[in-house]
């Protein structure tokens, strides 16, 4: 095989890997960081968007992600559009803060009122995770190998059941249901586990010989 075809196939698998541990990671280095902080709020760890206002985890992982996304190349085109596309929408996470616990009236990099950053930062999420999830289900699952294509269906309709399960108690919650704060934390974790675990099976990471 030819130098250059063989060192853009490991540079390939460099990226998947670094974009799967980065996701893997997020959950557990935002809540870890955020325990070092003092005076903290009742609710700091309810969703890992609220740690934005108490660690740099978020902003430096999740943007970190973001850019992998926007400069990944894959070998056909709708696998980067599809890309640069999750890449934007991650990034908007970042630069467009939740309401947090905190009673700032005026969050993010472009300092706009909480109430619109929060709006934008919701949506940005929800596409996110929608495009993330297709990715893995449906354009990861091109290869001939059954077997990781399997993993690959699992964890993306994992992700879909997830997130359809968070905006049915959000609906919910909006009628008066009380719901407990801290499941956005939970859901937004599992999306996170199942998508880097699904781009650690993609570079080889893990599951190598299957």
């Given amino acids: 095989m030819d130098e250059k075809v063989i060192e ?4 390939s698998l460099l990226h998947r890997n670094v974009l799967g541990l980065l996701g893997m990671l997020l959950p557990f280095i935002s809540m870890f960081s955020g325990l070092f902080v003092r005076n903290k709020v009742p609710g ?3 969703s890992i968007s609220a740690t934005y206002y108490i660690s740099p985890a978020l902003s430096i992982i ?13 070998y056909d085109t709708i696998d ?11 990034m908007g996470v970042v630069l467009f803060p939740c309401k947090g616990p905190y009673d700032y009236p005026y969050v993010g990099f472009f300092q706009l009122p909480v109430d619109v950053s929060n709006v934008i930062h919701s949506i940005c999420a929800l ?7 297709y990715n893995i289900g449906w354009l990861f699952t091109r290869g001939s190998n ?26 919910v919650g909006f009628f008066g249901l009380p719901i407990p704060g801290w499941i956005v934390m939970i859901a937004e974790a599992l999306l996170l586990l199942f998508f880097g675990f699904a781009w650690l099976v993609k570079g080889q ?3 190598k010989n299957l």
């Fill in 8 to 11: 853009k196939v490991r540079s």
């Fill in 44 to 46: 700091w760890w309810w």
């Fill in 62 to 74: 999740l943007g970190a992600s973001a850019i992998f996304l926007i400069c990944y190349r894959s």
């Fill in 80 to 90: 980067t559009v599809i890309n640069i596309i999750s890449g934007i929408f991650a």
């Fill in 127 to 133: 596409l996110l995770f929608i495009f993330l999830s």
């Fill in 146 to 171: 059954v077997k990781k294509n399997k993993i690959y269906k699992f964890c993306s309709y994992a992700m879909i059941i997830i997130l359809s399960i968070f905006l049915l108690l959000k609906i």
């Fill in 205 to 207: 990471f893990v599951l």
